[in-house]
């Protein structure tokens, strides 16, 4: 019997491959080619999420940690789980929450979005930044987000997006050949090239908006940022 196709330009062991050799320079290498936005989007992205004291969160997909930390910054006595399958990304997010003395309200550990090692019925919402358009099977990945949502709780997802608009999209060919670019400079040059490539095949907004319908989400919103080239997706379980 053959697996089912994947969403995905490249497998999942492959990418966690990838994400492991770039981990050491992702932080510096989001911030450069980003100009620095990133680090607004993921705070507008928490801020949909509504933190509340004493909630418990998802971050999937958490890299190095950075919307785990935003949220922390947005609420206080949260506990939050970090996941992600690159265990390299994951030793640089456990390093940051050492620093910043987070105790046991932050965990960081490798899972897959796919098969969520979760209870149903666990968290008060769910974030993930940067990571869908790189999981295999996504509509399959929504459905097991929603499954470990309390009734109510909110699924908030950050995302790179082809720009619709026919001038933006000059600009975003102009400057994405620059990406590899410094990617290259800080060692990961073919990594940067595939995630900028991902970008361009991921989906059109509206069509995850109908995914976020078709997993049974309510509410759904697209929020776009910077002309269109990121956007916030949202649903409620």
Known sequence: MNAPERDTLISAEENREMFDRIAKNYDVA?????????????????????????????????????????????????????????????????????????????????????????????????????????????????????????PGGMLVILEATYPNNALVRLGYKMYTPLVPMIGKFLGGGSAYKYLMDSIEDFPRPDTVTDMFSAAGYSKVQCKPMTMGTVCIFSGKK
């Open 30 to 150: 989001n911030r450069a080619i980003s100009m620095g936005m990133d680090q607004g989007w993921r705070k507008k992205t928490v801020q949909l999420l509504k933190p509340f004291r004493g909630g418990r969160y998802l971050d999937i997909g958490t890299g190095t940690g950075d919307l785990v930390f935003e949220i922390v910054d947005q609420s206080a006595n949260v506990v939050i789980d970090g996941i992600d399958p690159s265990i390299q990304m994951l030793e640089v997010a456990k390093d940051k929450a050492e620093k910043r003395k987070l105790g046991d309200a932050v965990s960081f550990f490798p899972a897959d979005a796919l098969d969520l090692p979760m209870e149903s019925d666990t968290y008060d919402g769910i974030v993930s930044g940067f990571c869908f358009r790189n999981i295999e099977r996504r509509q399959k990945a929504l459905e097991e987000m929603r499954r470990v949502l309390k």
